[in-house]
């Protein structure tokens, strides 16, 4: 089992800047991807970010490529999504993701991949 706890999220202008936390715990060391996703209301859950636990490779969507930046720190457990520059249409809930089978090392956008998710930060971006 692997518990993941996300900080950061809140409420910021436009042009703004956020940093999310997410801690991972349990059994950690089974973790190859961890990822980021959002959804806002009405819509389906989307990919934002991943990063591969020990190659430290990364990826991430057009609409944040640039603005949008994705890290780790393995001796913390943590990973953490670096945003700037947000936009209104970026205000969503983000959840923290990982996966322990390596389905994500193959299909690194879909939530089917990753069989551990935090609860859940929102991240609101006022015009």
């Known amino acids: 089992q692997v518990q993941l706890v996300e900080s950061g999220g809140g409420l910021v202008q436009a042009g703004g800047s956020l940093r999310l936390s997410c801690a991972a715990s349990?059994?950690?060391?089974?973790?190859?991807?961890m990822g980021w996703f959002r959804q806002a209301p009405g819509k389906e859950r989307e990919f934002v970010a991943s990063?591969?636990?020990?190659?430290?490779?990364?990826y991430d969507t057009h609409s944040v490529k640039g603005r949008f930046t994705i890290s780790r720190d393995n001796a913390k457990n943590a990973v953490y999504l670096q945003m700037i520059s947000l936009k209104p249409e970026d205000t969503a809930v983000y959840y923290c993701?990982?996966?322990?089978?390596?389905?994500?090392?193959?299909?690194?956008?879909?939530?089917?991949?990753?069989?551990?998710w935090g609860q859940g930060t929102q991240v609101t971006v006022s015009s």
């Open positions: 993701a990982a996966d322990s089978r390596g389905y994500a090392s193959i299909t690194y956008s879909s939530p089917l991949s990753y069989n551990y």
């Open positions: 349990g059994r950690t060391s089974s973790i190859d991807t």
């Open positions: 990063i591969r636990w020990n190659a430290g490779a990364t």
